[in-house]
């Protein structure tokens, strides 16, 4: 079996908690420790092949954030989130993968996929899907948009994610 070391990383606030858990446990936790730092595992078939998902949910990514460093240096597969209904969260995510790629040995394969969760909630939208299609296209990775509340894409999203880490894998 193969084991895909994943992190979630992403403003708080954004859903990455809720994703997880919706992912893990098919359902939706409404409010959720924002400084819980956890390690969810889920064995999953995929194309054929099982995975051990070891996810790892994140808290606070900000530039002083003590524990970033072995997030970045621990993971494999980056699923990077902002909210759909928050600029600032998305205004987060090029700073985000860019630290990514500064930690990672081999950066030009560096395994991410970009996720704009809370489709949900169309009336608060404030980042077009257009906007984080075009971003994800610059970053040449998969792009989902997501809800956690109404599990919309999410099984998608991590499976895409394991699926970019064998292909960039291979690439190396
Ligand atoms: P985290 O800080 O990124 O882990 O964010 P959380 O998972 O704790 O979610 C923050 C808040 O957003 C909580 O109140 C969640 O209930 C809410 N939330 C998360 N995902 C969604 C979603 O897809 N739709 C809606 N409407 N609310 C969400
Ligand atoms: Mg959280």
Redesign the pocket.
């Known amino acids: 079996m193969t084991e895909d070391k994943l992190v979630v990383l992403?403003?708080?606030?954004?859903?990455?908690?809720?994703?997880i858990?919706q992912f893990v446990h098919s359902y939706?936790?409404?409010?959720?420790d924002?400084t819980i730092e956890d390690v969810y595992l889920k064995e999953v078939k995929i194309d054929d092949e099982w995975h051990l998902l070891n996810i790892l949910?994140t808290?606070e990514y900000e530039d002083y954030t003590p524990m970033k460093e072995i997030w970045l240096n621990v993971g494999e597969a980056f699923l990077i989130?902002y909210?759909i209904t928050s600029r600032r969260s998305f205004d987060k995510v090029a700073t985000i993968r860019e630290e990514v790629k500064m930690m990672q040995e081999y950066s030009d394969y560096v395994s991410i996929i970009l996720v704009g969760?809370?489709?949900?909630?169309e009336n608060e939208r404030q980042i077009s899907r257009e906007e984080g299609q075009d971003l994800a296209k610059t970053f040449n990775c998969p792009f989902f948009e997501?809800?956690?509340?109404?599990r919309i894409n999410v099984d998608e999203s991590f499976f895409s994610l394991a699926r970019e880490k064998k292909f960039q894998n291979e690439k190396r």
């Not at 992403?10 to 994703?19: F, I, T």
């Not at 969760?117 to 909630?121: A, E, F, M, R, V």
Request: proline share 3%; with cysteine; aromatic share 10%.
């Open positions: 992403g403003e708080s606030g954004v859903g990455k908690s809720a994703l858990n939706f936790i409404e409010v959720y924002p949910d808290f989130v909210s969760n809370k489709c949900d909630l997501t809800s956690a509340k109404d």
